[in-house]
């Protein structure tokens, strides 16, 4: 059996020359797409992870606007920003990045961001529609890893799924996104019980609980396509991809597989939100 390498870098990059190509066109019709970053404080990785996004953005020629708040901002103040970014329409998609400083009630500002610029695909409202098939754009690693799964033919319908993490950018949205391409589909989270027993049954597997190798080899079902969304500093991610060859039909490299694909897709769901506004 040859197995398939579900190679995030690779799609990645193909997509980036084709944002890049589609930037260009918008702006000869005067539209230049736009992504606003907000950071609210000092954290180094949020720093490092705003850089990453903004860089991406001048790769493909796409423009984006740093709003920098201190660490003493309220929610008040950010909501009064995030107000600011939805009624310029110079602005395509907004990102606030996560975590914001204790005193905020992230969530009230992540769901103050206009559905049309939610392209990070973090609100209620977002989640909601996304789940009922509506129109939003989904949370970027969820939303990456279908493509991923949709580019190398992967079968989804019918197929037993099962998600270990359940949170609301990476688990959740996963599971419902499986789910409506008419998956079955479990979700584990740290008070499952007999996970290992559940894991088993997966013809389709993501790990996403944020602990290192925590998915056993032994536990992967024959021939089952194994998507890990983990990634931690010892070059790892959530699943134990020692000789997976072995054992899947498809799996995702850790590093190079669901990592490239978040930051892609927060850029194309930018582009497509400023494709829409034209119309
Ligand atoms: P998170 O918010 O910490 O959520 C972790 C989930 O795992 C929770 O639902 C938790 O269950 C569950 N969990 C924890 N311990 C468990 C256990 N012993 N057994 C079963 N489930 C357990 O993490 P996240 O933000 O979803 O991220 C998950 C992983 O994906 C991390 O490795 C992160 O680095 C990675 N990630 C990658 C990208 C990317 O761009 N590639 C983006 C986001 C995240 P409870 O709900 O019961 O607590």
Not at 161 to 169: E, M, T
Not at 200 to 207: P, R, S
Request: charged share 20%; glycine share 8%.
């Amino acid at each position: 059996m040859t197995i398939k390498i579900l190679d995030g870098k690779s799609l990645a990059l193909a997509t980036e020359e084709s944002i890049a190509q589609q930037v260009t066109e918008l702006n000869n019709d005067g539209i230049f797409p736009t992504l606003a970053t907000i950071l609210v404080g000092q954290d180094p990785a949020s720093e490092t992870y705003v850089k990453m996004k903004r860089n991406t953005c001048a790769r493909v020629g796409m423009k984006s606007i740093a709003v920098e708040m201190s660490d003493k901002t309220t929610t008040e103040e950010l909501l009064s920003k995030i107000k600011e970014l939805n009624d310029d329409k110079n602005v395509h998609g907004i990102l606030l990045q996560h975590p914001v400083p204790s005193q905020i009630d992230e969530r009230q500002c992540f769901d103050a961001i206009d559905l049309s610029k939610d392209v990070d695909g973090v609100t209620c409202l977002g989640f909601g529609n996304m789940s009922m098939g509506l129109p939003a754009f989904g949370s970027c690693t969820p939303a990456g890893i279908m493509r991923l799964l949709e580019h190398y033919q992967i079968e989804i319908q019918g197929k037993n799924a099962v998600v270990v993490g359940r949170s609301p950018i990476l688990g959740k949205p996963m599971a419902m996104m499986l789910l409506n391409k008419n998956a079955t589909v479990t979700i584990c989270h740290s008070r499952t019980q007999n996970i290992e027993d559940i894991i088993k049954q997966a013809d389709i597997l993501v790990g996403a609980v944020g602990i290192p190798r925590f998915i056993k080899h032994e536990w992967i079902k024959e021939s089952a396509v194994v998507v890990d969304a983990g990634y931690h500093p010892e070059k790892c991610g959530d699943i134990d991809l020692e000789n997976i060859e072995l054992k899947a039909s498809a799996y995702t490299p850790v590093p190079g597989g669901v990592g490239p694909m978040t930051i892609n897709t927060l850029i194309l769901q930018t582009l497509q939100s400023a494709q829409r506004s034209k119309i």
